[in-house]
């Protein structure tokens, strides 16, 4: 049976598809009682989920998906359960949608030298935007007529070692953990499989993350094969972590990774949805 449960959802506040009262009308057509919203950088969309959650009988737990940087490497921190207008938090989001503003204009001046057009694709990606990310500058090729779909955009433009890349420079993990912390929340690691470490290398990152106060790991995702949880489920209990779910869900028209159709986390981890301050309905659900 499908998870009633999904803490990893992204709307047009960020670099989802849908605003956010429709992310919320997809996730209750689909069966999610519990879900949280989890924009990147920023919490701008959580009052009209919150509207969104009251009108189709959805429970709501407040969330956001914070960049970091790890030894010199992009991680992504969810936060639930946090109060959005925490200073600490509200500071530290708005001065990383800084450095994301930062990171998209030293792109598109690279790309610029290869003869692109950079300052339009920089007014394409941002149009009015509170949060600028490489997803958005990815469809502003694709709306240019530059590359057929954002895939090609990564492949031949933003991904690593592509004439638009720029490293993530983001604030440090241990204070973005703070942040969280800070505002009475819980910090957990987005879908750790996908960041590229050795074996030993992820286990290091994860005992720091704990050290730094965060609990919990993101064991279901979207997309993931059954080795993959299995392998995501290992980490949790050797590094004495809570387990997440969440479908990471952006787009409708992407098929790997829609609401509702999550596995259940494995019955040995302890549900980080079990702990004060999420709603409580969480509580029955595995």
């Known amino acids: 049976m499908p998870s009633l449960i ?13 605003p956010p009262r429709a992310v919320i009308a997809l996730a209750a057509a689909r069966g999610v009682k519990v879900l949280s919203l989890t924009d990147h950088d920023t919490t701008a969309g959580l009052d009209e989920a919150a509207h969104g959650a009251h009108e189709h009988g959805l429970e709501l737990v407040t969330g956001v998906e914070i960049s970091a940087t790890w030894r010199g490497r992009g991680i992504h921190v969810l936060g639930y359960a946090i109060d959005p207008t925490a200073p600490a938090l509200a500071a530290g989001l708005e001065r990383t949608r800084d450095l994301r503003r930062e990171r998209a204009r030293a792109i598109v001046m690279r790309l610029k030298r290869h003869a692109l057009p950079g300052d339009e694709l920089y007014e394409l990606a941002a149009g009015g935007a509170d949060v600028v990310t490489r997803t958005h500058l990815a469809r502003a090729l694709v709306a240019r007529g530059l590359v057929q779909d954002p895939a090609e955009a990564y492949k031949r433009w933003l991904g690593h070692g592509c004439p638009g890349h720029v490293p993530a420079n983001f604030c440090a993990l241990a204070e973005v953990v703070g942040w969280i912390v800070a505002s009475g929340g819980y910090a957990a690691v987005a ?16 005992s720091e993350f704990k050290a730094a106060g965060g609990v919990g790991i993101e064991v279901v995702t979207g997309g993931q094969s059954p080795t993959q949880v299995e392998a995501a489920m290992g980490l949790a209990l050797r590094v004495g972590l809570d387990g997440s779910i969440g479908s990471d869900f952006h787009d409708p028209a992407i098929p790997w990774n829609p609401p509702g159709r999550l596995a259940n986390l494995p019955a040995c981890l ?5 702990r004060p301050g999420f709603p409580q309905g969480a509580a029955s659900i595995r």
């Open 6 to 18: 999904d803490l990893h959802m992204h709307s047009s506040v960020s670099d989802g598809i849908l």
């Open 191 to 206: 879908h750790p499989l996908r960041y590229q470490f050795s074996a030993g290398t992820r286990r290091t990152f994860l």
């Open 270 to 274: 302890q549900p980080i949805w079990m």
